[in-house]
C-alpha cells in the first residue's frame, strides 16, 4: 500500500513566521503534490513536482516555495505566514502519467492567527 | 479550459436511501479522465474510480454505481442502500493528458450525511 505521511496534523502559527510542511512517500513515486482546501473551493494546486530538484507553479503559488531534494519527500514552505493562508493542506503522489491516481496524505490543517 | 462543476454542495440522506452525486465536466480534450475521490472526516482523499473518455460503459462495485454520459458531459456517483460509513465528502475531478503538467482539476465537493 501507498503510504503518504505528513509531518502535522494540526499546526498554529503567528502572522509572519515560517513555516515548513513535510511530506514523505513510500513508493517511489516520481510526481508529488501541495493542494489547499477551503471550504466551497475545492483543492487547489500549489506546487508540483516531478522529479527530485524540479518543480511546477500550480494555480495558486504566490506566498508559497516547495523543495524536493530527495525523491520521496517534499516539503512546502510559506516564508512569512499570512491569515489568508489558514487552511488545510493536503499532500498527494502519484506515478506515471495523469490518468493515474493520485494518493493522499492525511493532511495538516494550518491556523494562522 | 476545464471545470468541474458539483452544485450539490450538502446532501442528508436517511440511512439505506440511495442517493446520487452530481458531476458536471468541462473540457475541449477529446482524451480524458474522470476520477472520483472520498474524503472521510480523517481528512485522507481515497481514490475511488478512474473512466477513460472513450469508455462509457457504467460500472458497478458493489453499493457504488457511475453513470457516465458523453452527451451530457456528467460523470455521476450513485449509493444504493446508504450507510453512515459513507459520511464523507465527495470530489469529482477531471484530468487531461497533457504531457509534463499536472492537470487534475477538481470540483468543489459535496458533503454527504447518513443519517441513522
Known amino acids: 500500500d501507498v503510504k503518504v505521511t505528513q509531518s502535522s496534523r494540526y499546526l498554529v502559527k503567528r502572522t509572519g513566521e515560517k513555516v515548513f510542511l513535510e511530506c514523505v512517500q513510500d513508493m517511489d513515486h516520481e510526481n508529488m503534490f501541495w493542494y489547499r482546501q477551503d471550504p466551497g473551493l475545492g483543492l487547489r494546486l500549489i506546487y508540483f513536482s516531478y522529479d527530485v530538484k524540479m518543480k511546477e507553479k500550480g494555480d495558486i503559488p504566490e506566498g508559497y516555495s516547495v523543495s524536493r531534494e530527495k525523491k520521496e519527500r517534499f516539503s512546502l514552505i510559506l516564508e512569512s505566514t499570512s491569515t489568508n493562508q489558514t487552511s488545510m493542506y493536503l499532500c498527494a503522489t502519484r506515478t506515471g502519467r495523469s490518468y493515474n491516481e493520485q494518493f493522499f496524505g492525511p493532511g495538516t490543517r494550518l491556523t494562522v492567527l | 479550459a476545464q471545470k468541474v462543476t458539483q452544485a450539490q454542495t450538502e446532501i442528508s440522506v436517511v440511512e439505506k436511501e440511495d442517493v446520487t452525486l452530481d458531476c458536471v465536466y468541462e473540457?475541449?480534450?477529446?482524451?480524458?479522465?474522470l476520477f472520483w475521490y472520498k474524503q472521510p472526516p480523517s481528512g485522507e482523499l481515497v481514490f475511488l474510480i478512474r473512466r477513460n473518455s472513450f469508455d462509457e460503459q457504467n460500472e458497478i462495485s458493489g453499493r457504488y454505481s457511475w453513470n457516465f454520459q458523453k452527451s451530457t458531459s456528467s460523470f455521476n456517483f450513485t449509493i444504493t442502500a446508504s450507510q453512515v460509513v459513507d459520511s464523507a465528502v465527495y470530489f469529482c475531478a477531471l484530468s487531461i493528458s497533457l504531457t509534463g503538467a499536472n492537470n487534475l482539476f477538481f470540483g468543489t465537493g459535496t458533503r454527504l450525511t447518513v443519517i441513522p
Open positions: 473540457t475541449r480534450d477529446t482524451t480524458y479522465y
